[in-house]
């Protein structure tokens, strides 16, 4: 018999992400593709954190999509799907800051959220 209920996943924010995530306007969390996030899947709740906090904010995954890399995904999902604050050469440089190029050669994951 096999478990298909949805899960809870708790993953960090820095906090101008998290207000963007909480406000509704940031609809695309980028992540790069790390085995514990391999099953991730529509259905699942994401319990965001700002690190070091008690703050957090619950989503809905409505869908996972995978990329070769940063730019591909970016370009695939609308950069201000991702973060409508930045232009797209800021969020290429800040997403790259975040994650040096050995992690992007893993794989970027473009999970699209929505408030519970």
Same mark, same amino acid.
């Given at each position: 018999?096999?478990?298909?209920?949805?899960?809870?996943?708790?993953?960090?924010?820095?906090?101008? =992400?998290?207000?963007?995530?909480?406000?509704?306007?940031?609809?695309?969390?980028?992540?790069?593709?790390?085995?514990?996030?391999?099953?991730?899947?529509?259905?699942?709740?994401?319990?965001?954190?700002?690190?070091?906090?008690?703050?957090?904010? +619950?989503?809905?995954?409505?869908?996972?999509?995978?990329?070769?890399?940063?730019?591909?995904?970016?370009?695939?999902?609308?950069?201000?799907?991702?973060?409508?604050?930045?232009?797209?050469?800021?969020?290429?440089?800040?997403?790259?800051?975040? =994650?040096?190029?050995?992690?992007?050669?893993?794989?970027?994951?473009?999970? +699209?959220?929505?408030?519970?």
């Amino acid at each position: 018999m096999s478990d298909t209920t949805a899960r809870v996943r708790e993953l960090n924010l820095y906090r101008h =992400y998290f207000d963007l995530v909480a406000a509704g306007t940031k609809t695309i969390e980028v992540r790069v593709k790390y085995p514990h996030l391999a099953d991730l899947a529509a259905g699942d709740t994401i319990r965001f954190r700002v690190k070091g906090t008690d703050e957090t904010c +619950e989503v809905k995954v409505k869908r996972v999509t995978e990329y070769p890399d940063f730019e591909t995904l970016l370009d695939g999902e609308g950069p201000a799907n991702v973060n409508p604050t930045a232009t797209r050469e800021q969020q290429l440089a800040n997403i790259r800051a975040i =994650y040096p190029p050995e992690k992007e050669a893993l794989g970027a994951l473009a999970i +699209e959220i929505t408030h519970v």
